[in-house]
């Protein structure tokens, strides 16, 4: 079973500058999360999507990030503009529907870099 | 006050000893309890979970759950260098549908 995908793997930008993040979930799974994790801190979640709906994104500065998940599969994260505090990985995760429902599978992250 | 708070690190332990990470957390609603390794530069990745209050035993790792306390924890036995990583804590309540309130982690360093 292939796991969650993301890219790019690394990003530096500027200030003000905009970024976007890929995930591609786990077949079949119906449940999407965006997390960032600031260095020495846990993850923080910043949206959850069930299929295409949004569940929680009430920890997402609107003002500055957007995400979707167009057509309940492949989900994308932006920031526009960016600030050096969004200096984080940005973790995808998935969750089955059923079988090991209790378990989330992360993929390997985006590490972005504001300077 | 934090919703998940774990013990500060890093603590060290040498090989072969019992190594014990402990959260509190501080929503009572809360239902499901999950310990996450993550090693450096890598993502989480899920150790165990519990629900009931009492011991869950998987190989050298037991997870310890007391909700009256508010308190889990998670012993690692036979501490080996390949368990040094941050070890996060993680709760969820049922109905918010999977959302993950994570601890701040805490790092584990098994020497040789």
């Known amino acids: 079973e292939a796991g969650v995908a993301q890219s790019p793997r690394y990003k530096i930008i500027e200030k003000r500058q905009s970024v976007a993040f890929w995930c591609n979930p786990i077949s079949g799974h119906a449940t999407l999360y965006w997390y960032q994790q600031i260095l020495g801190q846990g993850p923080k979640l910043l949206i959850q999507f069930q299929n295409n709906g949004v569940v929680d994104d009430s920890q997402l500065p609107k003002d500055r990030f957007s995400a979707e998940r167009l057509k309940g599969v492949d989900s994308t994260l932006k920031i526009q503009p960016a600030k050096l505090e969004d200096s984080a990985v940005y973790l995808c995760?998935?969750?089955?529907?059923?079988?090991?429902?209790?378990?989330?599978?992360f993929g390997p992250g985006t590490r972005l870099t504001v300077l | 006050q934090k919703e998940v708070e774990q013990n500060s690190g890093p603590l060290s332990v040498p090989e072969g000893a019992i190594a014990s990470l402990n959260c509190t957390y501080s929503?009572?609603?809360?239902?499901?309890f999950f310990w996450y390794r993550q090693y450096s530069g890598k993502s989480p990745e899920l150790i165990m979970f519990?629900?009931?209050?009492g011991d869950k035993e998987d190989g050298r790792f037991t997870a310890q759950l007391n909700k009256a306390s508010q308190y889990v924890s998670l012993l690692i036995r036979d501490s080996q260098p390949s368990d040094s990583a941050t070890y996060l804590c993680?709760?969820?309540?049922?109905?918010?549908?999977?959302?993950?309130?994570f601890g701040q982690g805490t790092e584990l360093s098994v020497k040789p």
């Open positions: 519990i629900y009931s209050n």
């Open positions: 929503d009572r609603g809360s239902q499901s």
């Open positions: 993680a709760v969820r309540r049922n109905n918010q549908g999977g959302k993950l309130i």
């Open positions: 995760a998935s969750r089955p529907t059923s079988g090991r429902a209790s378990e989330q599978f």
